[in-house]
């Protein structure tokens, strides 16, 4: 609760990249993800590109873009980094329980 309410009245849009436990395993897909990390090299449109071909969710129809969302709608891990980080730069690899991911801020309110 603690990022909920240290970040009250932000709002946030990224996008990730997911590859998920069933995909590969946890030491593989960070070593996958830090690859693909070097690639992006903070490129909205290559991250857009390796989201299409690579993530497991279905936001990569969409380049990742997971949309607009405020504190707490995300899981924990992701919005430390969410909230926290810089914004237009790749963060992690960093895990959830959903498996492992890179993520792209793209725009943060609410500072």
């Known amino acids: 609760m603690k990022s909920v309410f240290g970040n009250w009245g ?4 990224a996008s990730h990249i997911l590859i998920g ?3 590969m ?3 593989e897909a960070k ?5 693909l990390k070097a690639e992006i090299d903070n490129d ?4 857009a590109e390796a989201a299409k071909e690579h ?4 936001s990569a129809k969409k ?3 997971l949309g607009e969302f405020s504190p707490g709608m995300m899981v924990r891990n992701f919005d430390k980094v969410v909230f926290a980080e810089d914004v237009g730069v790749v963060h992690g690899p960093v895990s959830t329980q959903y498996g ?3 993520i792209l801020i793209t725009e943060r309110t609410g500072e």
């Not at 932000?10 to 849009?13: D, E, I, R, S, V």
């Not at 909205?44 to 991250?47: A, E, L």
């Open 10 to 13: 932000k709002k946030a849009t």
């Open 21 to 23: 436990p069933k995909t």
């Open 31 to 35: 070593e996958f993800l830090g690859n």
């Open 55 to 58: 993530s497991k969710c279905p």
């Open 63 to 65: 380049g990742g873009d």
């Open 44 to 47: 909205p449109q290559k991250f």
């Open 25 to 27: 395993g946890e030491a």
């Open 100 to 102: 492992e991911h890179l």
